[in-house]
């Protein structure tokens, strides 16, 4: 149950990078 909780935490911290990744982009281009 602790490493299901860790594993779900980690793939909301990568959608969270690629989010504010392509954030990045899109105000980098206008």
């Given at each position: 149950k602790k490493s299901f909780g860790k594993k779900f935490a980690?793939?909301?911290?990568d959608g969270n990078l690629e989010a504010?990744?392509?954030?990045?982009e899109?105000?980098?281009?206008g």
């Open positions: 980690q793939k909301i911290i504010a990744k392509r954030g990045y899109e105000v980098k281009q």
